[in-house]
DNA sequence: CCGACAATATGTCGGACTAATTATTGCCGC
DNA sequence: GCGGCAATAATTAGTCCGACATATTGTCGG
């Protein structure tokens, strides 16, 4: 025992957690650091579903911030359903049942640490439902605008390669402006979160190796579906696309 | 000067605003009643993206709450993405393609007032997509456990009607059943969303009239292709239940 | 077995001070 | 005199502190 369980989120005695350690100093503020800590700390397992919170009192002095701080962290994590608490019974995790998986900041907290092969293969199996049928609906409803958002992403891609953050950072527009054009808003919001996911695990595929495959050609197959507006083609190379980074990813791990 | 534009989120000078009016006096805490309050103003477009609200300590003495309740509150909207806020630039609304709409508290804002049809639209669209293919997963992963789940839920429904809270509660375990048996983190938090927001819709389809088809028949179409095990029939049973409930809530508004 | 009460942790309050960022102003160089 | 640049001031969110109010829960007594 040494102590019956209710040693705090904050390890040891001694002195405070080192909140926000490498991540460019204080980019984000203090309550996002806390929040940080404690969503990270939750959905890696290391505070379990059904376990309560240490005291605000305490636990925020054991992370050298202010009650005021320490509360506004957790109001986040009760915004994403992460936990609950009520007076004089504390603040409880959540099963995981009712976390907003789908939030971007708690898909990024799932991956901040060795990313869970289960949960990995369930967000493939989500993109691979929703993102055909979404470039179908692409097909379907784009407009110039949406063609040229398109083609200029693609291009920025076919000059800078996925090894760099640029190129990254192109095939992310080229997703969004492919969502963009399915005019339908909670599609956008969808994929949006699982395209941020998918952006952590193109890490992962980068760093076990050089990326297998060349993405480029099945891009260009979904975006000439587009441009063509035949639908049941655009839905088949997206399709192809998804299985294909699922490969490699499944590869990687 | 009268004043400029700057009139503040809270209505006219005098006294505060009327935060939880209604619903069981001090049910949620007053945080979330500011919460709602802005969320809903947000949502519904009484304030519109890119606009600024009004300074912390003036919002919060017109709201008359304090500035601590007023702040968490804003994190909790920040935390959905509705918000973002920086020092001296202020709290700014984001642009809708930020808004975590998925979020079951902002789907419920976004029915809190007049539901938006383009929206309504758009989360149909969704599910016509979503669903379906959860339909084949269960087919194809569901055991006893769920089967016997589906079962009663089922039961439940055809005894007390869609009428009645206890029959609506019957769908929702229902829904609920099979998305358990897809064995799907993503599409059990994806869904349990849609699926609140959908029940929305439904008191709208019982308001205008009585509800104008037995959903009963295909909801036992579903089930006994998923008992089977036989995907495709479960996926194609699934997608006319949702056409239905489509063209239901369509004729309905 | 049920109702009143006390303990406890969250909830709310108010005010003060800090920090970051924008807007302004004035200086310097062209 | 003009235009860009740097120091500065004003503004707004961010953080901190300490106190009190409120709501549950567990317990004690009828």
Chains 1, 2 share one sequence.
Do not use: C
Request: hydrophobic residues 45%; positive net charge; without cysteine.
């Amino acid at each position: 025992m040494a102590s019956k369980e209710e040693e705090a989120q904050a390890p040891a005695a001694g002195s405070a957690v080192q909140l926000t350690p490498s991540p460019k100093g204080s980019g984000r503020r203090l309550r996002g650091a806390v929040a940080h800590y404690l969503g990270t700390a939750i959905v890696s397992g290391r505070i379990a579903p059904g376990e309560r919170l240490t005291g605000e009192v305490a636990n925020a002095e054991a992370l050298d911030v202010s009650r005021s701080a320490y509360r506004e962290a957790v109001q986040v994590l009760t915004a994403k359903g992460l936990v609950e608490s009520r007076p004089k019974a504390g603040t409880r995790v959540l099963p995981r049942s009712r976390w907003n998986m789908l939030d971007p900041a708690v898909l990024a907290w799932a991956f901040s640490g060795e990313p869970d092969l289960d949960f990995v293969r369930d967000l493939f199996e989500l993109r691979a439902i929703v993102e055909p049928n979404a470039a179908r609906l692409a097909a379907e409803r784009r407009d110039k605008a949406d063609i040229k958002a398109m083609k200029d992403a693609l291009a920025k891609m076919r000059r800078h390669t996925l090894a760099t953050e640029a190129g990254r950072a192109a095939d992310r527009d080229f997703h969004d402006a492919l969502l963009q054009a399915t005019r339908n808003s909670t599609l956008i919001a969808l994929s949006a979160s699982i395209g941020a996911a998918v952006n952590w695990t193109t890490q992962f595929k980068q760093r076990a190796r050089a990326l297998p495959r060349d993405p480029l050609p099945d891009h260009a197959r979904v975006f000439d579906a587009i441009v063509a507006g035949d639908a049941d083609a655009a839905s088949q190379a997206m399709r192809t696309l998804v299985d294909l980074a699922l490969e490699d990813t499944r590869s990687a791990m």
